[in-house]
């Protein structure tokens, strides 16, 4: 079946450091794929999303490439801020499901200390 | 624009206890989702609702009921609470079902103990 794998956290950063936060999937089909965020107390937001292959999905300096050939989608930011402390969701729609949920990795909680 | 609410915000409940959680939106989704969070398993479907008047299993549907009237509600019902049923509930719901890219959009959740 359809299932999502991502770096296991917590990641913890200083202020402007580089930020990868990896992601594989295995999914029948085309998926489009999804990286969530979800700040403290708050549900998830859409961060960036990717449809189809060689996407480049971007939104707050985050960005993150959709690459059939590795199915990967990994996160990446040049310069994090103490803002961006949060837990990260990689996560994959399969076009062709009839329930049209998402499947999740479980997350990467991410720390940046000033 | 509310986009979507949940209630109660949280909830202790005792075990065997019946809990209904209340979802709403007020985007005219066609679908709509109920996750449960738990710390290392992420977020896993408990129920969905396509359209309204209809509903599905998830992944971990067991314990679980839900109900989809009308297109802007869609409770879930605990009948006898357990206390594995103790996380975080998000519901969401997305214009579409399946098909083309399906972005969800998330509620800010329920945290509910069972005791």
């Known amino acids: 079946g359809n299932s999502v794998t991502q770096m296991e956290g917590p990641v913890t950063l200083s202020e402007e450091a580089f930020l990868t936060i990896n992601c594989t999937y295995t999914a029948t089909g085309y998926p489009s794929l999804f990286w969530y965020v979800q700040y403290p107390g708050e549900g998830l937001q859409l961060l960036l999303k990717a449809t189809k292959a060689d996407d480049k999905g971007s939104n707050k300096g985050f960005e993150a490439t959709y690459r059939k050939e590795t199915t990967s989608f990994h996160l990446e930011k040049g310069s994090v801020q103490v803002s961006d402390s949060a837990v990260y969701f990689c996560?994959?729609?399969?076009?062709?499901?009839?329930?049209?949920?998402?499947?999740f990795g479980k997350g990467t909680k991410l720390s940046v200390k000033p | 624009i509310a986009g979507i609410t949940q209630a109660p915000t949280s909830q202790i409940l005792a075990a065997g206890r019946r809990m209904t959680l209340r979802c709403t939106q007020d985007m005219r989704h066609n679908a709509m989702y109920w996750y449960r969070q738990d710390l290392g398993l992420g977020l896993r479907l408990i129920h969905y609702s396509n359209t309204a008047g209809t509903t599905g299993k998830g992944e971990v549907p067991d314990g679980y009921s839900v109900s989809r009237a009308n297109t802007d509600d869609f409770p879930l019902t605990l009948a006898s609470a357990v206390p594995s049923q103790t996380s975080v509930y998000f519901c969401a719901s997305s214009a579409l079902a399946g098909g083309n890219y399906n972005e969800q959009f998330f509620g800010p959740g329920t945290r509910l103990t069972v005791l």
């Open positions: 996560a994959l729609s399969d076009h062709g499901g009839s329930q049209g949920n998402l499947i």
